[in-house]
Structure formats: structure tokens, C-alpha cells
């Protein structure tokens, strides 16, 4: 990684800045728990136009990352003037855990933040665009729980204010009596998995710091449509001191059914980190219990922020848990709806494996209601396949005023051009399976055009499903016309585990092409997870014959040399022996040459 930052910082060298006006405002390097998760930098744009950071990147010294916005295909990437960005992990809690502008533009890393995160001991980041370093921040270490925020043009500690101006605030814990920290935790005898009679839980709350206080507890058990069928108050306005442990409580629940426990603890002090004051675990029945049953949960929308509240065309992602069960079926579809009405395009996941839990990360886009037609108030997302159903339930208002700007164009500098979108595509694939890529693709211009277009399956630089024109397809379409294209792969190679599926179009004259990219997870089906076994056995198996056989032969080959000593008893003779042996017959050579001269003479 860091031949890419030393070549980033070169290129910045040698051009102008031209995004000066887009800062780093506030580093979170310290969270208090869950680090890589709940790590987040604060980036902001105090010019006076819009500026799009798609394909920018961040990183440290040892390591970079690129940047996507929130619709993961780069088109929610553009700040306003005066307008936060918050920079996460992919993956991150950091809008759970923190209270996040509503406003701020969500961006997220193709990897971690830098090089394996952030360090808590100080470093030097940098933000980069295409045209060199934009800003670069060295912060020295930081205290759990506080952030770096530049105050003015200070760089000081201060209480993490994600999205917001920074006011430098900082708790000071020793002299405020009032402050306080308690968590909230689940005590259990079991895994994800329980039978009946087994489930024996209790809820502990503790204290990190602060004076003796009182608190109170409450506990829920909702079903996977979000009904509360069980509830628990283990102690109400209790004094505590530094720990308090409630007695053993043993719900009654349904043999089948699949169930989420959330517990939470208040206090009478002024508790200053409430990220820690709940706690959910999630109980699926045990598989020999599940086996002719499926399920499907939504454990838990990201990106909504603390107060569970999302506009109108925001991206939202959804953590669903898919347990199938003996059912030919594999389809799972999730789409957000609101009063009956669906309010994103619906997303498709294809589950293989028989009596498997899978989990998913789902990206939904709302659509922008730019015509007010839907109300604010609940919405829902939903997932439902394999005979089974979720719902999970938020808050929607507002409008994304950037995704609503009309802009009038000159009828005569009009142009159209080739746009397209992955319109089906499995998030999970098998290894030796084909699967169906389905492309819509439209063309506003006035004149007929064409285009090539391709996909692959690859990690790192690494193709996992051929080379990477395998399944080039070349393809007219008529001027103001749309049309869908499917496109076919296999996955060839490789084990289980995060893949990406990339696919190309580049249009009949151009030179680069439009890629889009998605995450996708690869399964070995157990079939062939046996072959792989049953070569290996096999290959030993070949390895120790041929070595009989070579053993074999060898005891050959000395058999006969002692046979050839025993029948001729001379295997070899040097040239000097055999000289030696023709000496006799040379001297009697001479002789009869010597009578023969002599009696010619007479």
C-alpha cells in the first residue's frame, strides 16, 4: 500500500489543488468500543459550490482506501456548499452508536480507515482527489470517547459531534457529579441457537464511571414481525453502586419460533454515553427444531442514525438473517414500502444451501418523492421468501433537495447519451453454477448506437470466473429506445467467502468504459466440497502406489545384476585389465614374425 501513497503524494506535487474548499473537520480514532466499526472522519465543504468525491481517497500513511457514497455506485458523493460528509467503515455502527446530522452526506471506504484503522496514538491522514492532496491532518492520541475537531483554525478534544459544527466541548467527568456511564449487558447459558426449556437469562447492568445512583432496567422479546410477546422489568428505581444482577428469568416461546431480546438500563445521573445503555440478542430455534421450517429476519436497518428517522432518497442498508429450511424455494426479495405503497426498487437474494443461516448487508434506495406524493410518517422495509416474512419498521420525511433540482436545457445543445443499471443480479452464487446478469440499458440520444458490454467475477486482481472478456457481448439499440441485456457467468474457481462482480459497457467510439461493482458472496455447494475431499485421498492414494512401484523395480533391477554376477562372474572390465590379458598372445605374435624373417634369410 504504500507505493500508492508515496505515487498519490508525487502526482499532488506536481499539479494545483483543485479542491482546496473540502476540509477534514473532526477525526474519531478512539471510540469506546468496537474500534474499526465506530471510527469515523468528518469532511466539509466551506466553499461555494457543489463538488462530487466520488473515487476520492483517504487514508494514512501506510495504506489508502477509495471512497463511494451511500447509493454505492458514486451517484450520492456531492457535497453543497457548507455541507458534512462523514467518512465509515463499510460496515459501520457509527450511526447507531453516535447522534449523526440527518443532513450529512454518508460515504464509505472500500476497506478499513488507512491501515488497519484508526491509530489511537496519533498520525498523519490525507484526503486525496484526482488532482493531488485536498487536505492532510496529523492528530496527536486521543482519550477514549473524544474526538479531534478543528475549532476555528484549533485542533483541540472534544465530545464527537458527527455532522455538526464543533463547539470544542469537553465533559469533565471529576468535577461533574452528575456525569455518569452505565451498560447494559445479556447474560446467557447458549449459543444463537436454543430448545426449549434451556433458555435461562440475566440482565446485568454496570457502571464505568460516575457516583451510586439509581437505575432501572427493561427487557423485551419481540417476534421476527416486531410484536413484543414476552416482557421483563427486573428492577425499577433500584439503588446501585457499581454493578447490579437480576434473578434468573425463563420466558415460555414458542418451539418454532425465531426471536430478538432487546434489554435497557436508564439512571437517575446524567448518563453521557447512551450508545452502551441497550443491547439486542438474537434466538433462532435449534436446527433438528428448524429443520422443515425457514426464516427470515431483518436484525437491523444502518444508516438512519440515533433517532431511526431517514429522507426521501436516502440509501439505507438492511442486515437480514436467512435461515432455509427443507424448501426447494431460494428467493428472498426486500424492498422498502410505506401504506402499501413500495418505495424502492425491490432487491433479490438467492439462498442455496438447505438448513443454513446466511447473513445479508442489503443497500435499498428510496425513491426522491421530488413530487410530494408520499407523506412523511412509518415506513417499513420487507423481506419475504422461502415461505416466511419480516418487517422492520422506521421513520421517513424530508426530501434530498440535491436528487430534486430541475435544470432547463436549450432544446438545440440537447444531447442524449447511453445510461444503464444492474436491474437483477443473485447476491450469493455457487461455485460451478451459472448465473444471469440482467442489464437495463437506455439510450436518449437521437441517433442509432452500439456498444459492447461484459462481466466477470474477481478478488483483488485475481479473475474467478474465467478471463475477463469471456462473456463479451456486442449489442445495437435504436435511438430513444431501452432494452435489457443478460449477461451469464460462472464462478469456475476459488473457495467460499466475499467476492466482487464487475460489470463493463463502453459505447461503440469510446475509449474507457462505465463499470459497475457489487458485492457478492461465494458458495462451495457440499458436493463438491466432498470431491475436493475424495481427490485429496485419491492423490495420496496415486502417491503411495507409484512409490511401490518404484520400490518395486529397483528390487528388480538388483535382482538381475546379481543374477548377471552369478551366471557370468564378470560385470565389468576396465581397459587396462583387458590389455593385460592380451599380452601372451602378442609376445607369441612376435615370435612367429622373428622364425619367419629368419628362415626367409637362408
Not at 143 to 156: I, M, P
Not at 391 to 415: H, N, Q, W, Y
Not at 525 to 542: I, M, Q, T
Not at 554 to 577: C, L, P, W
Amino acid at each position: 500500500m504504500k507505493p500508492i501513497f508515496f505515487i498519490l503524494l508525487l502526482f499532488s506535487l506536481c499539479f494545483p489543488f483543485g479542491y482546496a474548499d473540502i476540509m477534514i473537520t473532526e477525526i474519531m480514532a478512539n471510540p469506546l468500543t468496537d474500534e474499526t466499526l465506530n471510527e469515523w472522519v468528518e469532511i466539509y465543504n466551506n466553499g461555494s459550490t457543489e463538488i462530487d468525491i466520488y473515487g476520492w481517497v483517504f487514508g494514512d500513511e501506510e495504506g489508502n482506501d477509495s471512497l463511494v457514497g451511500g447509493y454505492y455506485e458514486g451517484s450520492y458523493t456531492i457535497l453543497r456548499p457548507h455541507q458534512f460528509g462523514l467518512i465509515t467503515n463499510e460496515m459501520t455502527r457509527v450511526y447507531h452508536n453516535f447522534n449523526v446530522s440527518s443532513d450529512v452526506i454518508p460515504l464509505y471506504t472500500d476497506g478499513s480507515l488507512g491501515y488497519r484503522g484508526l491509530k489511537n496514538d496519533g498520525e498523519t491522514v490525507f484526503l486525496f482527489s484526482q488532482e493531488g492532496v485536498v487536505d492532510s491532518v496529523y492528530y496527536n492520541e486521543t482519550d477514549d470517547e473524544l474526538s479531534w475537531a478543528l475549532v476555528g483554525s484549533e485542533w483541540r478534544e472534544s465530545v464527537p459531534s458527527p455532522g455538526y459544527h464543533n463547539s470544542g466541548e469537553i465533559i469533565e467527568e471529576e468535577n461533574d457529579v452528575s456525569a455518569c456511564d452505565w451498560n447494559i449487558s445479556i447474560i446467557h447459558d447458549i449459543d444463537t441457537y436454543y430448545s426449549l426449556g434451556d433458555l435461562h437469562l440475566k440482565i446485568v447492568a454496570e457502571k464505568q464511571y460516575g457516583e451510586k445512583t439509581n437505575i432501572s432496567s427493561h427487557l423485551m422479546i419481540k417476534d421476527i414481525f416486531g410484536n413484543v410477546v414476552e416482557e421483563y422489568f427486573p428492577f425499577t428505581q433500584h439503588t446501585a453502586t457499581s454493578r447490579k444482577t437480576s434473578s434468573t428469568y425463563n420466558p415460555v416461546l414458542d418451539e418454532q419460533g425465531a426471536y430478538v431480546i432487546e434489554a435497557s438500563v436508564s439512571t437517575a445521573c446524567e448518563d453521557h454515553v447512551p450508545a452502551n445503555n441497550a443491547v439486542q440478542l438474537l434466538l433462532l430455534p435449534a436446527p433438528q427444531e428448524l429443520q422443515n421450517h425457514s426464516s427470515v429476519i431483518i436484525e437491523r436497518l444502518y444508516d438512519l442514525g440515533s433517532d431511526n428517522l431517514a429522507k426521501y432518497g436516502q440509501s439505507i442498508r438492511a442486515k437480514i438473517i436467512i435461515y432455509k429450511g427443507d424448501t426447494r424455494k431460494k428467493a428472498v426479495k426486500v424492498w422498502v414500502e410505506k401504506d402499501g405503497s413500495r418505495l424502492s426498487k425491490q432487491s433479490q437474494i438467492n439462498v442455496e444451501e438447505e438448513f443454513t443461516n446466511h447473513t445479508f448487508t442489503i443497500p435499498l434506495q428510496i425513491i426522491p418523492n421530488c413530487n410530494e406524493k408520499y407523506k412523511k410518517g412509518d415506513a417499513s422495509v420487507v423481506a419475504e421468501g422461502l415461505d416466511a416474512r419480516s418487517e422492520l419498521s422506521f421513520e421517513i420525511e424530508g426530501i434530498t433537495s440535491s436528487l430534486c433540482e430541475e435544470v432547463e436545457v436549450d432544446a438545440d445543445s440537447k444531447r442524449g447519451k447511453l445510461t444503464y443499471s444492474i436491474a437483477s443480479a443473485p447476491y450469493t452464487l455457487s461455485l460451478n453454477k451459472s448465473f444471469d446478469i440482467v442489464l437495463k440499458v437506455e439510450n436518449t440520444d437521437d441517433d442509432d448506437t452500439s456498444f459492447e458490454v461484459w462481466s466477470y467475477v474477481y478478488r483483488g486482481p485475481k479473475k474467478y470466473s474465467g478471463s475477463e472478456r469471456d462473456n463479451l457481448k456486442y449489442v445495437s439499440i435504436d435511438a430513444e429506445d431501452s432494452m435489457e441485456v443478460v449477461l451469464r457467468n460462472t464462478v469456475i474457481e476459488g473457495t467460499e467467502g466475499d467476492y466482487k462482480l464487475k460489470v463493463k459497457l463502453k459505447r461503440r467510439g469510446r475509449v474507457t468504459s462505465d463499470d459497475k461493482t457489487r458485492d457478492v458472496v461465494v458458495k462451495v455447494p457440499a458436493s463438491v466440497k466432498e470431491k475436493r475431499e475424495e481427490v485429496v485421498v485419491l492423490g495420496s492414494a496415486e502417491v503411495d502406489r507409484r512409490g511401490e512401484e518404484k520400490k518395486e523395480i529397483e528390487a528388480e533391477k538388483t535382482e538381475r545384476v546379481v543374477r548377471v554376477i552369478r551366471d557370468s562372474e564378470v560385470v565389468y572390465e576396465s581397459s587396462t585389465f583387458f590389455i593385460k590379458k592380451l599380452i601372451p598372445f602378442f609376445l607369441m605374435f612376435l615370435f612367429v614374425l622373428a622364425v619367419l624373417f629368419s628362415l626367409v634369410r637362408k
